[in-house]
């Protein structure tokens, strides 16, 4: 799996399939062309297929290429540790015997898979995994999603976009506790709006294959039956083949290899990025801990930009975020203001047809520095780098407001969203003074 879980089941096909279904069922032109605007009145997986198939098969490519440029020798099998510094590598092409390589220094990067609890049955038709989800053989009417986290959300509200009555499985009371929650009841209320039923604080005891779906209980005693049920509780890490022990290391019980701030292991001369050290295991992020392990491994400075990884969470509307919640700094006794831009307020909001759409700044009345972004709505995940730019570079919202943005933007909501903070903080100051 040239790109692994990333390219080929994992982030590439979910954010391509997302896209197919925003196109097919026009959903995004609804507001302006009325509730029966569809692109394909009957959309199949095989429309939802190909556009997959082909992104995924660009993408390889261009990895291959990528790595044949930079002479990286890529040995197809699978590897496990022999001692602290060898590699042996079994099922290599055309190979019957382990080969071996040595290395002065290595990095593991072998990600997780799907965690499949015993006591569900999976049989990849109708009990399914996130990775079992993109080889469906059709469009489910209806659909169980255990497990609110971030996949669960994401292909939940793709197949309520494409008229699928899904019913959300979640034992916590809230979801993504991590995001703003302002934020997450609106997400929450336009799923609602795409007849998702949520089942908060609800534990599943068991899923039963029945003739033509499956039976989801509930040890609240209920019964939820549905076509499909797709399982999608956690990763587990890929770290049973690689006979950790052999080099002196060793996995937790969910498979995850401890590491310092350099990415370095116990065992210093080993390294492991991505997946398989755990949160936040993003594609965007693995991707930087891959840079920072390799240059600290061949000696070469790096320059420490992790203080803000920005967050995204590709529902339909997405979100993303950086920096801190209301939440987070409520808790820690942090003042802030907050400053709101409204996508119905804008006109770039008006002539894409998204009213639902917003931006977030929370701002330090102190100093004036951005303490936190979080969007919502069309190209957040995209809008959200302007706030990081901003709070990276030390930017006040002073620089916000003074900017000549593009019009008609989205961007420019961080200058409406800046003067709303700032009026705020105006009347405060006045008020303040006044005492
Ligand atoms: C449904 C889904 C949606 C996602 N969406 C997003 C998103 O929108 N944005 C985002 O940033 N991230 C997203 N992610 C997360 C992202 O895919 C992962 O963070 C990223 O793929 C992790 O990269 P990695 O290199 O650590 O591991 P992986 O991508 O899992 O790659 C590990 C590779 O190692 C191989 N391997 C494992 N063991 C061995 C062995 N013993 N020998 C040889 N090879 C081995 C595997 O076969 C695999 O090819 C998503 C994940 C999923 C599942």
Redesign the pocket.
Known sequence: ?IG???IN???IP??TLREAVLYLTGLNQRELYGASYRVKDEITVTDLGMRTQHVIGREIQVIRSQLARNHVTVLQ????FLDAHTIGITHEEGKSEETKITAEKVVI????SPARPDSVEFDDRTIID?DAILHLDRIPETLVVVGAGV?GI?YASMFAALGTKVTVIERRERMLEFCDLEIVEALKYHLRDLAVTFRFGENVAAVERRPGGALTLLESGKKIPADCVMYSAGRQG?TA??CLEAAGLAADARGRISVDSNYATEVPHIYA????IGFP????T?MEQGRVAAQHACGEPVEDTRELPPI?I?TIPEISFVGRSEDELTRDKVPFEVGISRYRELARGQIIGDSYGMLKLLVSPEDRRLLGVHVFGTGATELVHIGQTVMGCGGTIDYLVNAVFNYPTLAESYKVAALDAMNKMRVVARLTAGM
């Open positions: 799996m692994g879980v990333c089941t994992g982030t979910s954010k099998g699978t590897g496990r990067a072998t990600g997780t996130s996949i994401e890929k083949e690689l990025v991505g997946d398989v295991a993003l594609a965007a693995s995204g590709y």
